[in-house]
């Protein structure tokens, strides 16, 4: 059978028939989220099934930036993107491993088409974008940080004690405000490797954790999501103040305090920018890869123009631990 003939296309998540939720590899590819993004977040998304070798796609247009990761030039283009149209560290299919190469000739039908997120098991042309950090912590954050080379846990301890008037309040969705969307804005506009940005009716809406920051002053300075995943425990987005950030390492202490809140977890994702800070809280890098496929672009061009788009930085492995983990 034709490749193209094992896909079956759907434009609305809702369409989307029962096999689709029993392919997805995790709950940002599920058909409700789909539908909740679809609200939030359109992107001309379009749904790609091939039931017969266990294969999901999503795919989504932006005008994106794709010179996002050379610091001097910006081109923004609309393109094809592979993915959840969502800047997380997902990638934007479900495929076995003996089913890639259907996947990857199924992806060589597009006229242009952006892959993101992936292990690099793909065969196409290929570059690195943002890794992903994640960690587990050894009983609890005091433990984690009691095992930390000194360097390290002092700079933690230090962000700890800048921090100590900060309170983190949880709250509702109802309550996520203009003040605090602008400091996801804030966030987004100094992030590299930009992708779309979400409306204020993302964080209103979506059922999960969050969490608004705020000093002695019981002004607020920041806040962030986060969810569990059955037992693994994942950081979304946050924003802040970057003119307080100095005063309070807002950010530092939003990451401990999603160590202290994800103590219990198997795994901790903590998400692919901010590299640094990641790295000296204890996250474990995890590279990840992007491809550009093409109906009429020869794999040469391709590979140029993957240079073109891969992370140039040198990404920090740091070891701030003293011992492996028991």
């Known amino acids: 059978m034709d490749t193209m003939s094992k896909f079956k296309i ?8 029962p096999q689709w939720d029993k392919l997805a590899a995790n709950p940002f590819q599920k058909r409700d989220f789909l539908q909740f993004l679809e ?5 001309r998304q379009v749904y790609h099934l091939n039931t017969a070798d266990r294969i999901l796609l999503i795919t989504y247009r932006l005008k994106l930036d794709v010179l996002s990761f050379q610091n001097r030039f910006s081109l923004r283009l609309p393109i094809e993107i592979a993915g959840v149209p969502l800047s997380i560290a997902s990638s934007g299919y479900a495929c076995p491993s003996q089913s890639l190469d259907v996947l990857a000739e199924y992806m060589n039908r597009f006229k242009l088409l952006l892959i993101l997120n992936t292990d690099g098991s793909l065969k196409l042309a290929k570059g690195r ?3 992903a950090y994640a960690l587990t912590l050894q009983k609890s ?5 009691a095992q930390m080379r000194s360097h390290y846990r002092y700079r933690l301890k230090k962000a700890s004690a800048r921090g100590e008037d900060l309170r983190f309040e949880k709250i509702e969705g109802a309550d996520f405000d203009e003040e605090l969307y602008g400091f996801y804005e804030e966030v987004y506009a100094r992030s590299n490797g930009k992708l779309e940005k979400l409306s204020i009716d993302f964080f209103r809406e979506s059922a999960v954790d969050l969490y608004r920051i705020t000093n002695e002053q019981s002004k607020a300075v920041g806040f962030f999501q ?3 995943q059955g037992e693994e425990y994942l950081f979304l987005f946050c924003g802040f103040d970057h003119r307080r950030n100095r005063d309070y390492d807002i950010y530092l202490n939003i ?7 994800g103590a219990s977890a198997k795994r901790i994702h903590l998400g692919q920018t901010t590299a640094y800070s990641k790295s000296i809280v204890g996250g474990e890098m995890t590279p990840l890869y992007l491809h550009l496929a093409s109906s009429c672009l020869p794999k040469l061009l391709l590979e140029k123009i993957v240079s073109l788009l891969s992370n140039k930085a040198d990404d920090p492995e740091i070891h701030c631990m003293k011992t492996a983990a028991l």
């Not at 609200?39 to 992107?43: A, I, T």
């Open 10 to 17: 759907f434009y609305k998540a809702a369409e989307l028939p």
């Open 39 to 43: 609200k939030v977040n359109p992107c």
């Open 129 to 131: 974008t943002l890794p």
């Open 141 to 145: 954050l005091d433990s984690h940080l």
């Open 226 to 228: 986060s969810m569990w």
């Open 255 to 261: 990451l401990l305090k999603l160590l202290e809140l």
